[in-house]
């Protein structure tokens, strides 16, 4: 297991001298959050870009500075953030690859007020909904939170409904929260990956 632990956050930087060029510290052993804390009461959020920003540079600064903002208003705490994937794009289609990981996160937020910050940051950050499955600069997603069981037409899904079907989502998962149990179905988070299709491309990007 091969995570990475943010620095702390300057709280006093607005927001256009956010750091972006993160001296990213890995660690060759599990630490003392992955291997005691329990993983089912983890809250999860998945994040990914496959296009450039113009202030940010490539999607891995975008979402290396998109973390770092989540985390600057003190009530988001960053604990974990696994290495970052190289993901080819699902459904296949001619995109370039995109750039995935998982955060773990401590917060004191509700899963509906979290994920509406995750919006509030996306926008920040240049994304545009438009069509499904588009490219974009930026994707922050809720995957899980704790054990609750969240579903609402045109609303919040948590757990989030496609994860169990994704590499990008369940390998990067497994680097922040290893023993970690899906609290719908009760897939340990190894089944899950052991049943992922043979077709989606994942790599880990080289580090930096």
Request: with cysteine; net charge negative; glycine share 6%.
């Amino acid at each position: 297991m091969r995570s990475f632990l943010l620095p702390a956050l300057n709280h006093s930087l607005p927001n256009d001298q956010i750091p972006i060029e993160l001296k990213v510290c890995f660690v060759s052993k599990p630490s003392p959050l992955t291997t005691s804390a329990p993983s089912n009461g983890a809250i999860l959020i998945a994040f990914g870009a496959n296009l450039p920003t113009e202030e940010y540079g490539a999607p891995a600064q975008t979402l290396k500075a998109a973390l770092l903002r989540l985390a600057k208003d003190g009530d988001i705490s960053i604990d974990l953030v696994s290495s970052f994937y190289e993901t080819a794009p699902v459904p296949v289609s001619d995109q370039p690859w995109y750039v995935n990981g998982v955060a773990r996160v401590s917060t004191g937020l509700s899963a509906h007020d979290l994920l509406e910050r995750l919006h509030e940051v996306e926008a920040e950050f240049g994304r545009v909904r438009r069509e499904r499955n588009a490219a974009r600069v930026i994707d922050l997603d809720l995957i899980a939170y704790g054990q609750e069981l969240l579903r609402e037409d045109g609303g919040i899904q948590v757990p989030h409904p496609r994860m169990t079907e994704r590499a990008f989502v369940l390998l990067p998962l497994r680097d922040v929260a290893v023993d970690w149990v899906h609290p719908v179905i009760g897939r340990t988070i190894e089944e899950l990956i052991a049943d992922l299709p043979a077709d989606q491309q994942i790599r880990k990007q080289a580090e930096s």
